[in-house]
């Protein structure tokens, strides 16, 4: 069973809109949780980076947020940008400081 | 600053083949660790190498081994290539390690045939 999911799967939103990823995770205990960006045929590119003691991180328009409780991580994207149609990855850092992914969420922003 | 350099860019070889893939880190960086990427499992860890010693291994078959130089720059090899090793990989430098964050090549994609 893969220790991080990630929903919905994919998602279309309209340009301008809001819209919200979920990773739930089961690695425990982590270091940090991060989301990254990924473009087709690109490398992903880190947006935020957060510890197990930090509740939320900002980058721009991108808002992470954490709750240990749970287990459950956010990325929340405000006003949405056709540039911002790509793949969201979540990823934790575990026991021997191995990271771990989930599969993504594909993102498809419209006019 | 430049970033990280993966070449090469495109591969297509043949089952039962050896391929090796090269990175290069950001300069000052310590730490190269290598993902597999496929669209069913997303970014699967292979291995980290940090000044020159493997420091952790993914759940791979021996046919994936790695080694790092003195310089940081990292070589990647797959032996007896399967088709389902057909995929992107993706080198990823840091300062030291994975409690650090950690930055992507552009990946190299090889094609098995």
């Known amino acids: 069973k893969n220790q991080v999911e990630q929903s919905p799967q994919s998602l279309i939103i309209l340009e301008g809109k809001n819209c919200t990823l979920q990773?739930?995770?089961?690695?425990?205990?982590?270091?940090?949780l991060r989301w990254y960006k990924q473009d087709t045929g690109r490398g992903p590119v880190s947006l935020t980076i957060?510890?197990?003691?930090?509740n939320t991180k900002s980058n721009g328009r991108y808002t992470a947020t954490l709750d240990a409780d749970t287990k459950q991580s956010s990325l929340h994207i405000t006003a949405s940008q056709l540039s911002d149609s790509a793949s969201y990855i979540c990823g934790l850092t575990g026991g021997g400081n191995k990271l771990t992914f989930g599969t993504g969420t594909q993102l498809k922003v419209e006019l | 600053k430049a970033g990280v350099t993966q070449t090469p860019r495109y591969l297509i070889k043949t089952r039962g083949q050896q391929v090796t893939l090269s990175c290069s880190p950001i300069s000052g960086h310590r730490s190269v660790s290598w993902y597999q990427q496929t669209p069913g499992q997303g970014l699967q860890f292979l291995f980290e190498y940090f000044s020159e010693t493997q420091r952790n291994k993914g759940n791979f078959p021996g046919r994936f081994s790695g080694r790092q130089f003195s310089n940081s720059r990292s070589e990647m090899n797959v032996s007896t290539l399967e088709l389902g090793d057909s995929a992107l990989y993706l080198c990823?430098?840091?300062?030291?390690?994975?409690?650090?964050?950690?930055?992507f090549g552009q990946g190299t994609r090889l094609t098995v045939v």
């Open positions: 957060m510890t197990f003691s930090e």
């Open positions: 990773c739930n995770y089961t690695v425990s205990p982590f270091s940090n």
């Open positions: 990823a430098s840091s300062p030291s390690g994975a409690s650090s964050e950690a930055f």
